[in-house]
């Protein structure tokens, strides 16, 4: 074992983050910190690190062990070049191979004694220096700035030069480099594209120590982690497995606690109709026994229902107008800046109901295309032409429409006066606004919240051609799955840029690839592009080079490389024997049951009747005729008493079948 945090506890004031954490990271093991924005991750790593404070418990790191931390924002502000910047991080390596020159050097001119003790001391930093990687560091550091996603070019570019984002990517380098025992990442893929991404997958995947990632990037955590960490209402839950494996066992222990808890609400609702119509019998015996069972009901303790936190955040996006079949139409389109071509000779066909997300790496020009279907820049070539009756919202968080004197709530009311409080609230939740965040103002929000508000805006809207860029960035991965289902749901037409790979792989029905200036097409979802993908670079190739023009990705076949997602393999049905025991066990059962029901019914019944007949009986004691007639009045005193006693019987009958029929 790595690392133990035991009973962590953490609040701010008197908000409550973490409350009696505990989770243990074995050597070599690659585990994730999930959970809804808020819940404590980024806080929980920080204790870990020391850069917090924990109110209780302990972060416990093995004797002799190293840690290495990456932030989500990194500040760096070095006058030095990306590459030298690596290169400090192998500041010890230089000076062991600055010694090993020198040694050399000084070797040449001594003998004897002096001369072994030098060569000895050479022997050992040669060996010390191959252990370090020695003869490799340049080129790991190459090798990683271009994993990364950087250029040669990029190389010599000055820290103090760099975006937020560059910075975060030069910081995630030099940790890598340094190699600690153990590795803590907040959000590591925020900005890597896609190659980036797969890159860092396998660098962590057969990195030789403990990884600790916190990530909304589901694909990444599929292919990276081995446990999950939940945080989840302050409290922790280990699962072991893969993000799948954990959604998957989370779905099922919240519906086995959901059917718990219906369960003993169920046998409560029985007790209580038992209990009641035990002391409608009115005799002591059945008093008491109703006494006895409200003292068991009374120890019980009763579940908490399960919190269903997705209940009240689903958002049902509806095209007010059909479009016509045909929703895109671009031909012979070409974009560049500069000398910079992007793309050329390009033509893509959408038709309605598709939903279509366009990949590439970072500076291809998958933004450019949105602008330019949206008429927000101009093409320098062919042209884009929109079908009947389409409708568009576009989701740019560069070209956000918002009101910065406004609260969230009025943006949205102002915007769609006919909505209710509720369905406003609840779309707000649904993109992490709650409580009295809704009463915030635009112009008080970061950049990314100000995306949220923006993306809110648009499911809203009734358009029947949804246009999104980088739809989930800033959502969280409960947020990101409720956007999915709303998508997915959608009977009109969507195009999207992402590099969210989990999304893409739920939510898309085709994906157009841009790379060398153009688009390759791929019917199906990200799964089915990554195994056609090969295939389909090396047919464009081939293409490109037979005939000396590019291949275009367009949805009538116009060029381009088409491929059809296959079904797969229809699940084997069970044994047809399998299944008619199934059936008659369940007829049998529901016969049962039928009878038992019947049985109450008629036992029922029979005591209503019995006990109207013993109130009449009553009736006839209280007349005179009957106290003047020894006779009369020992037949009704017989006649009581066998009603009492088949009542007896009954009544504990009763009480069987209850019980049999409230199991």
């Known amino acids: 074992m790595i690392l133990s945090c035991s009973h962590i506890s953490k609040a701010f004031g008197t908000d409550v983050i973490l409350n009696d954490i505990s989770f243990h990271i074995e050597d070599y093991e690659k585990a994730a910190v999930v959970g809804i924005n808020g819940a404590g991750k980024s806080t929980l790593l920080k204790i870990i ?132 025992d153990m590795i803590l990442l907040d959000e590591p893929t925020n900005h890597l594209d896609m190659n980036s991404i797969a890159w860092l997958e396998n660098y962590l995947l057969n990195y030789r120590g403990a990884v600790l990632i916190v990530a909304h990037d589901r694909y990444f955590l599929d292919k990276i982690a081995t446990k999950i960490i939940e945080l989840d209402g302050g409290r922790s839950m280990v699962f072991k497995g893969n993000y799948t494996a954990y959604s998957q066992k989370k779905a099922l222990l919240r519906e086995a606690r959901l059917k718990a808890y219906l369960n003993q609400q169920q046998e409560i609702r029985h007790q209580e109709e038992v209990i009641a119509k035990l002391r409608s019998f009115n005799r002591e015996k059945s008093i008491k026994r109703a006494e006895s069972r409200e003292k068991m009901l009374s120890k019980i303790e009763v579940l ?41 000779h390009v033509d893509i066909d959408i038709k309605r109901g598709e939903r279509v997300a366009v990949i590439g790496n970072n500076g291809t020009g998958k933004t450019t295309l949105l602008k330019i279907i949206n008429e927000v820049i101009p093409a320098d070539s062919g042209e884009v032409t929109l079908g009947a009756r389409v409708k568009i919202a576009y989701y740019d968080q560069d070209y956000q429409v918002l009101h910065m004197e406004k609260t969230l709530f009025d943006e949205l009311q102002d915007t769609y006066p006919n909505l209710n409080n509720t369905k406003i609230r609840s779309v707000l939740a649904a993109f992490l606004f709650t409580g009295d965040d809704v009463f915030k103002r635009i112009q008080d929000l970061s950049g990314g919240e100000r995306g949220r508000v923006s993306l809110a805006k648009l499911m809203l809207a009734d358009a029947n051609f949804l246009i999104l860029d980088e739809p989930t960035n800033h959502l969280d991965i409960t947020s990101k799955e409720i956007l999915e289902d709303a998508l997915n749901s959608y009977t009109g037409t969507i195009l999207y840029v992402s590099h969210d790979r989990y999304f893409i792989n ?31 670079a090396q047919a464009y190739l081939r293409n490109g080079t037979e005939t000396g023009h590019r291949t275009a990705a367009g949805g009538t076949g116009r060029g381009g490389a088409f491929f059809t997602e296959s079904a797969g393999a229809a699940a084997n049905p069970a044994p047809a024997s399998v299944g008619k025991q199934d059936w008659q066990a369940r007829k049998e059962e529901q016969a049962r049951q039928r009878k038992r029901q019947n049985d109450l019914k008629k036992t029922e019944d029979e005591i209503a009747a019995l006990e109207e007949q013993d109130g009449l009986l009553d009736e006839q004691l209280t007349d005179p005729a009957t106290a003047a007639d020894p006779q009369k009045l020992l037949d009704i005193h017989r006649q009581k008493e066998s009603i009492r006693e088949r009542l007896d019987i009954l009544y504990e009958k009763w009480e069987e079948l209850a019980e049999e029929a409230g199991g």
């Open 304 to 344: 908490d229902k399960p919190a269903q936190i997705r209940d009240d955040m689903r958002i049902r996006l509806e095209p007010d107008t059909v479009s016509g079949e045909d929703v895109l139409t671009i031909r012979d389109l070409g974009k560049a800046f500069g000398g910079n071509l992007l793309f050329d």
């Open 49 to 180: 690190v020391g850069e917090l404070t924990a109110d209780d418990g302990m972060a416990v790191l093995s004797r002799g062990k190293t840690l290495g931390y990456l932030a989500q924002q990194q500040d760096l502000t070095s006058r030095r070049t990306i590459y030298d910047e690596l290169l400090e991080v192998k500041r010890p390596v230089i000076l062991m191979e600055e010694r090993i020159r020198q040694l050399e050097t000084e070797m040449k001119n001594v003998s004897g004694p002096q001369l072994e003790q030098m060569l000895e001391t050479y022997t050992r930093l040669t060996h010390e220096f191959e252990q370090a990687g020695g003869y490799s560091y340049r080129s790991e550091i190459t090798g990683v700035l271009k994993g990364l996603g950087f250029s040669e070019e990029d190389f010599f570019q000055e820290i103090s030069t760099l975006s937020g984002g560059q910075k975060t990517r030069v910081s995630l380098g030099k940790l890598l480099l340094s190699r600690p």
């Open 506 to 536: 739920r939510t898309a029905t085709r994906i157009l690839e841009l790379t060398g200036q153009t688009f390759l097409n791929y019917i199906g979802n990200y799964d089915y592009y990554l195994e056609k993908k090969d295939v389909t």
